[in-house]
């Protein structure tokens, strides 16, 4: 039957979300569009489509059997030398994605990682040693935070860019077809964004 690249994640909501792609494209990161802001649960991962059927249950069971938690982002750090990436971090809610992704990779999908599970926001990656600079001085005061309310399944395209799939509301049934990532901002002042 094939094969298809799938990964799940925590959607960064609107406002927050493309405003971070936005700058993530301002430092050079080609793939700023292609990838929707997000917390990665499950990173990109083959599976069998003849799979994908059981991941959906079992997606919905974890989801059904988890509870919204406050997540807050503040500051960046980095990966270097070890890979070149530059995050906004969490400050809060790392300790809830971390639970869930276990949860996610220990059913029909499972998958190794390649370094320890570190919940973060990227905001640039592959680029140049001066545009991570860059964005790691850009980004330092940036704060943002909401309640998490749901996870998505993704799968990327021919193209390269990553589609949701489903959504999976906590406690609550799938939401299929792309629907937008449900996110409530805690406050309600624009979002501190620098230049």
Excluded: C
Excluded at 59 to 75: K, N
Aim: hydrophobic share 40%.
């Amino acid at each position: 039957m094939g094969t298809v690249t799938l990964g799940v994640s925590i959607a960064v909501p609107e406002p927050y979300g493309s405003l971070l792609q936005e700058r993530r494209a301002s430092f050079g990161d080609p793939a700023a569009y292609g990838i929707p802001t997000h917390v990665t649960l499950l990173p990109p991962t083959e599976v069998d489509t003849a799979v994908l059927p059981a991941f959906r249950h079992h997606l919905t069971a974890v989801a059904a059997g988890s509870h919204t938690f406050p997540m807050r982002l503040r500051g960046t750090g980095t990966f270097r030398p070890l890979s070149p990436v530059v995050f906004v971090q969490l400050v809060e809610g790392a300790a809830e994605s971390a639970k869930l992704q276990e949860q996610v990779r220990s059913g029909p999908v499972t998958r190794e990682l390649e370094f320890p599970y570190h919940p973060h926001v990227t905001i640039a990656h592959g680029i140049d040693d001066a545009a991570l600079d860059h964005a790691h001085r850009a980004l330092a005061d940036y704060t943002a935070d909401w309640t998490v309310e749901s996870f998505a399944l993704y799968e990327q395209g021919a193209d390269g860019r990553w589609r949701m799939l489903d959504e999976y509301p906590f406690g609550g049934t799938t939401a299929a077809g792309g629907v937008p990532a449900q996110g409530t901002p805690r406050n309600t002042a624009a979002p501190s964004l620098p230049t």
